[in-house]
């Protein structure tokens, strides 16, 4: 073959990157068009998605982590046979071989196995009297001895009112009208006064509040009284209109503020830089302190319908023993409800330090919970 000069003149030279960049934009457009996807879902033994696994690609620089549901998607993979890799901390490691074609999606079912726990499962029986603490204690407390009707946030995120007035009229004896479409009126068994109204343990009673003020979303729990002789003494206002029913709202302003939780590669970078253990890796792992033991409530709608459910949750157990916040999450859960419980209930527990060589140190621990319908 016999190649001939090329003659380029110095306006023409600035050009010839350009040409090449050109002449070569069809091919990569071409071959990134031929890479083909993988999506999937990671479950557990029990058949529920796993958080955090990650997923890569043997041989490639591709990896994804799954979601709250344990699904995943691998995008620009080659075409042609390879090897999946899921790890996760907590689990056996599983490698699975596929096929990619290009142009199209692959979509594989994985299932890993739970490493044996080192702390005994958490068994939730909706049956039992229940232990409450924190902020809305005293709320859970008077609703489980009869008295009035209550309203809770997992009900309110249940239904997705646009205002909170479209729950109260569900409530027996509750009366709603309005006078116009930014103002309602609440009456408690006809009365023709409005209800004595509380906002978080304060009263709010120098005229007609509007509870429509507050927005759905923020309210924690709402407490209905319709007689004075059913309200709890604390929420008595001598100055309120006390013979017309008692309405108390708990926002969720009162509720500590939660940090962002460390994703499951965070938690896995702790442990590789022996900042946190494993119980494998301590003297004495960390256990649970019966005198300060996680309670988990019963989410009322599931409660309501007996439905059972199973949550793993996954945290840092500090040399204190306790759960450290922004280290508390959910590996896997049966219902997001479930899920919200347990993690309250953790942020109130206690454990029992792990200790290496005689001191005590942080530790990664999984605690499985069972919760247990009421029998019919």
Not at 21 to 34: E, K, Q
């Amino acid at each position: 073959m016999h190649w001939s000069p090329v003659r380029i003149s110095r306006g023409s030279a600035v050009m010839l990157p350009a040409l090449l960049i050109l002449s070569a934009s069809p091919a990569f457009t071409r071959n990134a068009a031929a890479q083909g996807t993988i999506t999937g879902t990671v479950r557990d033994s029990l058949g529920v998605g796993i958080n955090g696994v990650k997923v890569s690609v043997a041989g490639t620089a591709l990896n994804a982590e799954s979601d709250d549901s344990g699904r995943f998607v691998l995008q620009a993979v080659p075409p042609g046979p390879g090897s999946l890799h899921l790890r996760r901390l907590g689990f056996l490691p599983v490698s699975i071989d596929v096929v990619v074609t290009s142009r199209t999606t692959t979509h594989v079912d994985v299932t890993m196995k739970e490493v044996p726990h080192q702390l005994s499962a958490v068994v939730v029986r909706a049956k039992l009297p229940r232990h409450y603490e924190g902020y809305l204690a005293g709320f859970y407390e008077r609703r489980d001895q009869g008295f009035g009707h209550f309203i809770t946030a997992d009900e309110i995120a249940e239904r997705a009112p646009m205002k909170i007035t479209d729950m109260l009229r569900m409530v027996p004896g509750i009366q709603v009208t309005a006078t116009n479409p930014d103002e309602s009126h609440v009456r408690v068994r006809g009365n023709s006064c409005w209800p004595s109204v509380w906002i978080d343990g304060t009263p709010a009673n120098s005229a007609e509040f509007d509870l429509d003020w507050v927005t759905p979303s923020d309210i924690a729990g709402i407490e209905i009284y319709s007689s004075i002789a059913t309200v709890p003494p604390q929420f008595v206002d001598r100055l309120g209109p006390i013979l017309c029913g008692t309405i108390v709202v708990w926002t969720r302003q009162g509720e500590p503020k939660k940090k962002r939780s460390l994703t499951a590669a965070e938690l896995a970078d702790l442990v590789d830089r022996l900042k946190v253990y494993t119980a494998d890796e301590v003297d004495i792992p960390a256990r649970a302190d019966s005198s300060a033991p996680v309670t988990p409530w019963y989410p009322d709608p599931l409660y309501r319908e007996r439905i059972p459910g199973r949550v793993l949750a996954e945290f840092v157990v500090d040399a204190t023993g306790r759960p450290e916040p922004e280290t508390i999450g959910i590996v896997s859960s049966t219902d997001p409800r479930f899920a919200a419980s347990v993690v309250r209930a953790l942020s109130e527990a206690r454990f029992i330090p792990a200790r290496l060589r005689g001191h005590p140190v942080r530790q990664l621990v999984q605690l499985p919970f069972t919760f247990v319908g009421p029998s019919l």
